[in-house]
């Protein structure tokens, strides 16, 4: 929720200004810093019990500071005024032996706001509760599976932005979140492990009733005995919503961000207007959005986050650039530095969408090395099925797939009506053709 | 340094049950420059304290940042660990006794290479590698150059007695090059120099880096001339760097015992045959081949004396890593792998410097031995699987005909199930080499140690059809 400037932590309030004032008093010309203090409250659960309960009060400071667009920055984790004294003339130091850097700045003045969400306190007899029904349903509805891990956290924390031309922006938040990483196993056997995660304000939500965590344990009970097959071919990829999160943020870093602008590598660095991917595809960046509570609406150099489209209907609107990526590239400072990332349904009902492919594969985990900066990837198709004749049919291992970002968003050739949610994104079914799939 | 104020929180307060109690200090300093421009410039110290209570079986942690002279804020970490393992023993009744105390001991390790390192030394040899690069290679598109240096310093008491005062210093440079292809298409080489150490002893001046600095843009234009490798199984030799990440990707995870219990495949071949008779494994604590281990642990986390862990010998899989608690289970020796990386976390089962022993094969031969293959020489990340099934990202290789290294190789991913993939290793080269940059993640990101000899294998490659 969206307020007028506020900080309940007078603490932050006082190490933020005393930043802020050591930072002129030394000489800077302009100076910024980022102050929070969290408790985070952690049930954790391996190896077939409830191991844990863990507790960590942490407190952070970031600053930066220009002398002569020189730049110096440091970290620590105290607000002790003796402790920042001394951070603030180490990034002092710093910034005398740099060279010059024009691009460099901090978030001009705009409206001081606050946001806030969620509780303060855990509730620790809550998510004890969760996390014991959790195991219960999956018992009896999925006895194959073993986790090896769930940890279940409500993190809360209040953050504070502040700089020398008097921007001031804070965040107060507490959400709960589960993790946990899961196989399959029968008879000696295991499946490869799986995973999820979700973010959310109530811990008294049955966790097992969602349908995409139901559809993931189904699909490791299915994964135990998988099998391989020898050569390789050119086919369709189905690409499931948690995996092709993970083939966004790849878009993400080696085309769209600070770092492949800057350098120059990111091949889409002079598309923006240009038709880049099926028109099928619409990826947005969230800030915010009441069935993302994940998402962030602060960017992290000190601006509100807003929704920000990058893809309409295969055109590249936006880049994912910072103010200083913005400076150094000549382009716009984009609205939303980071975020949650959604992308939009399309027409296909999910079992039209498997059953038009003659041979390919269902991926649901993808497990490889750092694409090239052309977008080059290959890697194992983890937790992934053989499609054939539009039918899924077996379960595969040992299987690696290989092509490229760019042409895996231009060869989308249809996008499923239905979505999953995470709590940080909201992603459908995508079906890429043309990717090299082989076996043994 | 770390003051040393928990022998004053001991005297006064003394312990009530099993507790590690511990205070943390990890110094970091990262300085980047991307094509000539200082794009982080930036020092930082996270510090704190933090303790773990055992109740009946069941673990409590808390940490606070603020770790100072105030007893009271100490008892006050302390109280809410054992508040937390008195909330969950509550709930799981487990009932299981103390661990076995440990025999008291003091140890002091790597204290004196704490040797402080001023921002503008680092942000000097950062800007003379990067102005060499920038005159000497005509024909990159962009060029990055980063220095990180990352010191961990702990300070352990354990209510059986232990206590642990360590410095482990790690410094790293980082450069990435990226050149076109002849389509335009954007081809990077990534290499990393340094491991432990403390950044003055181990970068005394940046031109003894300029000869890796040639080599290395020699093998960019190389790659950005070479081609797509052949999909499918491959005879391929695998040089040091592939052979650590495959003992630490591909075996290492499947051994720790907390992964064993989960079901990895490491659990039904214990004391059977899961590599070649050429293969041997060991997970080094701190000294190996009369030298410091890349991240030496003398005592882990939980006060435990650490010594090395053998995994495999002679190809029979013969031992895992633990820590106290998977010990007792499995009715070994714990020999020191609960590490935790901050202050704020917990001990959880870690390798720490894994590495494939030397076989008898010169590299030479190796290669000649191929026909058609690959000589793969870099690697970037990798993943382990429960089933023993891994992969890695290859940047830089070449292929191998009639026993000549041919054309460089894009870049490529290998994969395969760890032990079949040991079990073709028919030749093992005489040279270890270690790399000390990387981190592993469980829960937790840490430092590790991978280290191995060349090997050479048959394995699945992700190339183009």
């Not at chain 1, 032996?97 to 706001?113: F, R």
């Amino acid at each position: 929720m969206k307020q007028a400037f506020e900080v309940k932590d007078k603490a932050l309030l006082e190490a933020a200004e005393l930043i802020l004032a050591e930072v002129k008093a030394i000489g800077a010309d302009e100076g910024e810093t980022w102050v929070s203090r969290n408790a985070l409250t952690e049930l954790y659960y391996e190896l077939g019990k409830v191991s844990m309960v863990r507790t960590v009060f942490s407190d952070k400071v970031s600053l930066k500071l220009l002398k002569d667009k020189r730049k110096g920055s440091t970290t620590l984790n105290s607000f002790n005024p003796g402790d920042i004294r001394l951070a603030v003339r180490e990034a002092w130091q710093a910034a005398q032996s740099a060279a010059p850097d024009e691009a460099e700045g901090i978030a001009e003045l705009q409206e001081n706001l606050s946001f806030c969400a969620g509780e303060e306190q855990p509730n620790l007899d809550a998510m004890y509760g969760q996390l014991d029904q959790l195991l219960k349903d999956v018992r009896q509805d999925f006895p194959k599976i073993s986790f090896d891990s769930i940890g279940i956290e409500h993190n809360f924390g209040e953050k504070l932005y502040a700089n020398t031309n008097g921007v001031r922006l804070s965040d107060r938040r507490g959400v709960y979140q589960l993790s946990n990483m899961f196989m399959a196993k029968e008879e000696g056997k295991t499946s490869s492990f799986n995973y999820f995660a979700t973010v959310y304000e109530n811990p008294s939500d049955r966790v097992c009733k969602e349908s995409r965590v139901r559809r993931l344990l189904d699909e490791s009970q299915r994964q135990i005995v998988t099998e391989q097959f020898e050569g390789s071919f050119e086919g369709d990829v189905v690409v499931t919503p948690g995996c092709l999160e993970n083939i966004l943020a790849f878009v993400a870093e080696n085309y769209l961000e600070d770092g492949a602008l800057i350098s120059g590598t990111s091949p889409w660095k002079d598309k923006i207007g240009a038709q880049v991917a099926s028109p099928l595809i619409n990826f947005e960046l969230i800030a915010e959005d009441p069935n993302l509570p994940g998402a962030s609406q602060l960017s992290g150099d000190g601006y509100v986050a807003e929704n920000m489209p990058l893809i309409e209907q295969g055109v590249l609107k936006n880049f994912i650039l910072s103010r200083y990526g913005a400076a150094r590239t000549g382009l716009p400072r984009s609205q939303n530095s980071g975020g949650s990332f959604v992308l939009g349904n399309g027409a296909t009902p999910l079992e039209e969408l498997i059953s038009g492919v003659k041979k390919g594969i269902l991926m649901g985990r993808f497990s490889g090395g750092s694409p090239s900066p052309a977008g080059d990837l290959s890697g194992v198709a983890k937790n992934s099925f053989l499609i054939e004749n539009g039918q899924v049919t077996k379960p595969l291992s040992e299987v690696m797939i290989s092509g490229n970002l760019a042409n895996m968003l231009r060869d989308t050739v249809a996008v499923s009506q239905e979505r999953e949610n995470s709590g940080y994104w909201l992603l459908p079914w995508i079906r890429v053709s043309g990717i090299t799939i082989s076996g043994k | 340094m770390l003051q040393d104020y928990l022998q004053a929180y001991v005297n006064k307060y003394g312990f009530s049950g099993y507790t590690e109690l511990r205070a943390q200090q990890n110094r970091n300093r990262g300085v980047m420059m991307l094509n000539g421009s200082l794009t982080a410039n930036t020092s930082g110290t996270s510090r704190g304290l933090s303790a773990r209570v055992v109740k009946g079986g069941a673990y409590g942690f808390a940490s606070g940042t603020g770790y100072g002279d105030n007893l009271e804020a100490i008892a006050r970490v302390v109280q809410t660990a054992t508040s937390n393992a008195t909330f969950l023993d509550s709930r799981v009744q487990r009932g299981k006794p103390d661990f076995p105390a440990n025999a008291p001991f003091v140890r002091k390790d790597g204290l004196e290479h704490d040797l402080p390192v001023e921002q503008s030394y680092l942000l000097g040899i950062v800007d003379e590698l990067d102005s060499y690069i920038a005159e000497r290679f005509p024909r990159l598109l962009s060029r990055r150059v980063f220095a990180r240096v990352l010191d961990m310093e702990k300070l352990l008491y354990t209510s059986d007695g232990v206590v642990s005062h360590s410095y482990v210093p790690r410094s790293n440079i980082y450069v990435v090059l990226t050149t076109q292809d002849k389509d335009g298409q954007p081809v990077e080489h990534f290499k990393v120099m340094g491991g432990y150490g403390n950044f003055l002893n181990k970068f005394p001046n940046a031109q003894d880096l300029f000869g890796q600095l040639e080599k290395q843009y020699e093998q960019l234009i190389l790659k950005a001339e070479g081609v797509y490798a052949k999909p499918g199984i491959q005879t391929v030799i695998l040089d040091s760097d592939l052979a650590g990440i495959l003992a630490h990707e591909a075996v290492g995870h499947t051994v720790e015992a907390d992964f064993v219990e989960t079901g990895s495949v490491g659990g039904p071949m214990f004391g059977k045959q899961v590599a070649s008779e050429k293969v041997s494994l060991v997970d080094i604590a701190h000294t190996a081949f009369g030298k410091l281990a890349p991240v030496p642990v003398f005592v882990d986390d939980e006060g435990t004396l650490a010594q090395d862990q053998m995994l495999i010998e002679n190809g029979i899989l013969t031992g895992y890593m633990h820590n106290k608690e998977s010990a007792l289970k499995f009715g070994h020796t714990p020999n020191g792998n609960a590490r935790a990386y901050e202050f704020s976390d917990e001990p959880l089962i870690r390798m720490r410097n894994t590495c494939i022993l030397p076989g008898t094969d010169k590299l030479e031969d190796m290669i000649e031995s191929v026909e058609d293959g690959y000589f793969f020489t870099d690697m970037n990340n990798g993943q382990a699987d429960s089933t023993g099934e891994f992969m890695f990202g290859v940047p830089m290789g070449f292929e191998i005909k009639h026993g000549k290294l041919g054309r460089a190789v894009k870049d490529t991913t290998v994969s395969g199930v760890a032990f079949e993939v040991l079990k073709t290793a028919d030749m093992v080269s005489d040279t270890v080499t270690w790399t000390n940059s990387g981190m592993c993640g469980k829960k937790q990101m840490i430092p590790v140690g991978m280290g191995g000899p060349a090997i050479k294998v048959q394995i699945n490659v992700g190339g183009r059809a």
